[in-house]
Protein backbone atom coordinates (compact mmCIF):
# COMPACT_ATOMS: atom_id res chain seq x y z
CA UNK A 1 0.00 0.00 0.00
CA UNK A 2 1.62 3.46 -0.72
CA UNK A 3 2.02 6.15 1.63
CA UNK A 4 -1.24 7.95 -0.02
CA UNK A 5 -3.54 4.87 0.62
CA UNK A 6 -2.01 4.48 3.77
CA UNK A 7 -2.47 8.12 4.60
CA UNK A 8 -6.96 7.90 3.07
CA UNK A 9 -7.13 4.69 5.18
CA UNK A 10 -5.96 6.79 8.66
CA UNK A 11 -8.55 9.23 7.84
CA UNK A 12 -11.48 7.16 7.13
CA UNK A 13 -10.21 5.21 10.16
CA UNK A 14 -10.73 9.00 11.81
CA UNK A 15 -13.93 9.31 10.09
CA UNK A 16 -15.41 5.53 11.43
CA UNK A 17 -14.50 6.76 14.91
CA UNK A 18 -16.18 10.02 14.78
CA UNK A 19 -19.28 8.44 13.16
CA UNK A 20 -19.06 5.71 16.07
CA UNK A 21 -19.13 8.36 18.78
CA UNK A 22 -22.12 10.55 17.05
CA UNK A 23 -24.21 7.12 16.92
CA UNK A 24 -23.25 6.68 20.51
CA UNK A 25 -24.38 10.50 21.06
CA UNK A 26 -27.52 9.70 19.99
CA UNK A 27 -28.33 6.97 21.87
CA UNK A 28 -27.48 8.97 25.04
CA UNK A 29 -29.47 11.60 23.67
CA UNK A 30 -32.86 9.73 22.90
CA UNK A 31 -32.06 7.83 26.80
CA UNK A 32 -32.46 11.30 28.24
CA UNK A 33 -35.28 12.58 25.92
CA UNK A 34 -37.28 9.92 26.83
CA UNK A 35 -36.39 10.49 31.05
CA UNK A 36 -37.36 13.91 30.07
CA UNK A 37 -40.99 12.43 28.37
CA UNK A 38 -41.30 10.35 31.61
CA UNK A 39 -41.04 13.53 34.28
CA UNK A 40 -43.10 15.44 31.52
CA UNK A 41 -45.99 13.09 32.24
CA UNK A 42 -45.55 12.83 35.54
CA UNK A 43 -45.88 16.24 35.88
CA UNK A 44 -49.10 16.86 33.67
CA UNK A 45 -47.44 18.34 31.26
CA UNK A 46 -47.76 17.78 27.38
CA UNK A 47 -44.62 15.17 25.94
CA UNK A 48 -44.22 18.48 23.15
CA UNK A 49 -42.94 21.66 23.83
CA UNK A 50 -42.15 23.84 20.62
CA UNK A 51 -40.45 26.49 22.77
CA UNK A 52 -37.85 23.95 24.26
CA UNK A 53 -37.61 22.64 20.59
CA UNK A 54 -36.85 26.06 19.23
CA UNK A 55 -34.19 26.47 21.76
CA UNK A 56 -32.59 23.35 21.02
CA UNK A 57 -32.90 24.99 17.41
CA UNK A 58 -31.70 27.86 17.97
CA UNK A 59 -28.17 26.53 20.27
CA UNK A 60 -27.35 24.46 16.97
CA UNK A 61 -27.54 27.35 14.30
CA UNK A 62 -25.45 29.31 16.96
CA UNK A 63 -23.00 26.68 16.94
CA UNK A 64 -22.87 27.08 12.98
CA UNK A 65 -22.50 30.74 13.54
CA UNK A 66 -19.72 30.76 16.06
CA UNK A 67 -17.65 28.14 13.63
CA UNK A 68 -18.54 29.99 10.61
CA UNK A 69 -14.75 31.51 9.97
CA UNK A 70 -13.31 27.88 9.59
CA UNK A 71 -12.37 26.95 6.17
CA UNK A 72 -14.70 24.32 5.94
CA UNK A 73 -18.04 24.66 8.09
CA UNK A 74 -21.36 23.83 8.59
CA UNK A 75 -23.92 26.00 7.69
CA UNK A 76 -26.33 27.65 9.93
CA UNK A 77 -29.20 25.71 7.56
CA UNK A 78 -27.67 22.17 7.43
CA UNK A 79 -26.90 22.36 11.52
CA UNK A 80 -31.17 23.91 11.52
CA UNK A 81 -32.12 20.68 9.47
CA UNK A 82 -29.62 18.22 11.77
CA UNK A 83 -31.80 19.47 14.72
CA UNK A 84 -34.69 19.43 13.87
CA UNK A 85 -34.49 15.91 12.08
CA UNK A 86 -33.16 14.58 15.68
CA UNK A 87 -36.39 16.19 17.36
CA UNK A 88 -38.74 14.65 14.81
CA UNK A 89 -36.73 11.47 15.42
CA UNK A 90 -36.95 11.92 19.30
CA UNK A 91 -40.66 12.80 18.93
CA UNK A 92 -41.77 10.02 17.16
CA UNK A 93 -39.92 7.63 19.75
CA UNK A 94 -41.68 9.38 22.45
CA UNK A 95 -44.89 9.46 20.76
CA UNK A 96 -44.91 5.25 19.63
CA UNK A 97 -43.64 4.56 23.05
CA UNK A 98 -46.79 5.77 24.52
CA UNK A 99 -49.15 3.67 22.00
CA UNK A 100 -47.56 0.37 23.53
Do not use: H
Request: one cysteine or more; aromatic letters at 4%; charged letters at 45%.
Amino acid sequence: MSSEENKLEEIRKKIDEIDALIADLLFKRVQYAKQAKEEKVRMNMPVRDRQRENEVIEKWCERARRRNSEEWNLSEDTMRKIAELIIEYTLKEEMEEGNE
